[in-house]
């Protein structure tokens, strides 16, 4: 059984694509990452280059750090109910981009812990949870612009 017709019109086409943008703008607001799962997510991350703070009980953080992270992602899914298509090269080098700056922060608080100056481990921290905040907007910019460019 055949589903398009046999002979191609071009007001048919013109439909399709019309209703192609109003799917597009009704699909839009599922796809956008909302604020409080990056919120979520830079608490996690400030959280988790605090560590060295913790000294030889750190290594129970991890799975409270995951089990945070699951809950999040397992909402956000839940609330999108629309899985975006992979946004390529460009999130994936944004991605790249933040798990080496959270190593590094990583790195330089256990410097600051290891030269007693435990105090300023807050800075990185905070640099942690703002960084991880504006990247991750910046790949909900990414696939909005995707998402924009289907056709």
């Known amino acids: 059984m055949e589903t398009h017709s046999p002979v191609p019109d071009a007001r048919g086409a013109e439909e399709l ?12 607001p599922h796809v956008t990452t909302p604020t409080w799962y990056l919120t979520g997510m830079a608490g996690l991350a400030a959280v988790f280059v605090v560590a ?16 945070g992270a699951l809950v999040l992602v397992t909402a956000l899914r839940q ?20 798990i080496g700056a959270l190593l590094v922060l990583l790195s330089t608080s256990f410097g600051l812990v290891a030269a007693d100056l ?28 995707r998402l924009a460019r289907v056709r």
Request: charged letters at 20%.
């Open 17 to 28: 694509l019309a209703h192609l943008d109003a799917d597009r703008t009704a699909l839009a």
């Open 52 to 67: 060295p703070l913790l000294g030889d009980r750190r290594s129970g953080l991890l799975t409270p750090l995951l089990a």
């Open 79 to 98: 609330r999108r109910l629309v899985r975006p298509a992979g946004s390529g090269v460009a999130a994936g080098g944004t991605l790249a981009v933040l």
């Open 118 to 145: 435990h105090p300023w481990v807050a800075l990185p921290a905070l640099a942690a949870g703002a960084l991880t905040y504006l990247l991750g907007r910046r790949l909900d910019r990414i696939a909005q612009e």
